[in-house]
């Protein structure tokens, strides 16, 4: 198989970052980290094959030695037997949900096991059928919430923050610095 480039690892540990979101406990700041780095990796302004063989990954701002080895197996093999057993346990679909302002990774667990909930669609139709309230701390407030956060997601897809966008250019530019040009 051939190495994956910086960008198709960004993409794989964006999805560890979303999938470890969800599994509770302090999977929040994991799933941050994976999601920064893959924001850093995806900015890299030389190759990550080389920055990966030259063992300079920890270089790169929020890569420590966990998400090194992370980043060096995905860009080797193209997956992580973390992403691998994350994969079996939630379908693809049930990570839009993580896109919806305001609503939590741990409610959107309980909206797919308690609910069978898997889509954005399933999601919808079940707040307007006023189905979520037969599990407990799935209530009103909840339901408004996720039809706010729906229709504040169609309008944002793809926004980013300024201050995560100038970090980004920031980080681009100490890697041209050290690769000298």
Known sequence: MAKLDAAAVAKLLVELGRRTAL???DSYFRSRAYVRAAEHI???TEPLGVVVD???LQQIPGIGTVIADVVTALHCTGTHPLLERLRQDVPESVLDMLTIPGLKPEKIDILHREL???TLEE???AVREDRLKSVK???PALQRKILQGLEIREKTIGAKHVHRAADLVDTAIENLRLSGL
């Open 137 to 139: 701390g799935l209530g």
């Open 116 to 118: 069978g909930i898997s």
């Open 54 to 56: 030259e063992g300079r």
């Open 23 to 25: 599994i509770g406990g």
């Open 42 to 44: 995806a900015a890299l």
């Open 123 to 125: 999601l919808e139709t």
